[in-house]
């Protein structure tokens, strides 16, 4: 075993159940499930997180809507999903967050693709961008330069959700389709640092 993984062993651990309330089939995990089949689930319908934050993906090999998974329980899909509007009642994968530190969460964002513009720092949590001096709806690239953060297509943490992390394409995500797999806009109107 490495020394990275000895240092991080326990301070990742999710347990995941095929059905809804914790019923069912379930498993536990330290460490990325790149695909929930491969272990004989056919789909997530309620987690457990009991240390570390995690990303869960709706499709296989970290594809598809991303959500946020921190401390707690996820008895059904709205759960994770939140005020998402997006239907999601399955996860497929998942992976833990391994650069989020609350404390020293750094990001910029930029007006423009490949950081150009107008430019916006980042060191707290912001439940809507524009009330605190951004000046339009959409965010075309953002450099994060420390910790993990979480994005939302709406003010108040709601819509799709963007989980943009320091030790992912160098922090770097030039155009909103770097996003996430299945980025639809550049609409950013909300985002808050990830607890760990």
Same mark, same amino acid.
């Given at each position: 075993?490495?020394?990275?993984?000895?240092?991080?062993?326990?301070?990742?651990?999710?347990?995941?159940?095929?059905?809804?309330?914790?019923?069912?089939?379930?498993?536990?995990?330290?460490?990325?499930?790149?695909?929930?089949m491969?272990r004989g689930?056919?789909?997530?319908?309620?987690?457990?997180?009991?240390?570390?934050?995690?990303?869960?993906f709706?499709?296989?090999?970290?594809?598809?809507?991303?959500?946020?998974?921190?401390?707690?329980?996820?008895?059904?899909?709205?759960?994770?999903?939140?005020?998402?509007?997006?239907?999601?009642?399955?996860?497929?994968?998942?992976?833990?967050?391994?650069c989020?530190?609350h404390?020293?969460?750094k990001?910029?964002?930029?007006?423009?693709?490949?950081?150009?513009?107008?430019?916006?720092?980042?060191?707290?949590?912001?439940?809507?961008?524009?009330?605190?001096?951004?000046?339009n709806?959409? &965010?075309?690239?953002?450099?994060?330069?420390?910790?993990a953060?979480?994005?939302?297509?709406?003010?108040?943490y709601?819509?799709y959700?963007? &989980?943009l992390?320091?030790?992912r394409?160098?922090?770097?995500?030039?155009?909103?389709?770097?996003?996430?797999s299945?980025?639809?806009?550049?609409q950013?109107?909300?985002?808050?640092?990830?607890?760990?």
């Open positions: 075993m490495t020394s990275e993984a000895m240092d991080t062993l326990g301070q990742y651990k999710i347990t995941v159940w095929e059905e809804e309330s914790f019923q069912g089939k379930r498993c536990e995990f330290l460490m990325e499930c790149p695909s929930i491969e689930f056919r789909k997530i319908r309620s987690i457990k997180v009991e240390s570390g934050p995690w990303v869960g709706e499709y296989p090999e970290y594809q598809g809507q991303q959500f946020i998974l921190e401390k707690g329980d996820y008895p059904r899909w709205e759960a994770w999903s939140g005020n998402s509007g997006y239907r999601t009642e399955h996860l497929l994968s998942f992976r833990p967050i391994k989020a530190n404390n020293d969460s990001a910029i964002l930029y007006e423009a693709e490949n950081f150009q513009g107008h430019k916006f720092e980042l060191s707290d949590d912001y439940p809507s961008l524009q009330a605190m001096g951004w000046g709806k959409e &965010v075309a690239s953002i450099k994060v330069n420390a910790g953060w979480v994005a939302y297509q709406y003010p108040g709601r819509g959700q963007y &989980v992390e320091r030790d394409q160098n922090g770097e995500f030039k155009k909103y389709s770097e996003y996430s299945q980025a639809h806009t550049n950013i109107q909300s985002i808050r640092r990830i607890q760990h």
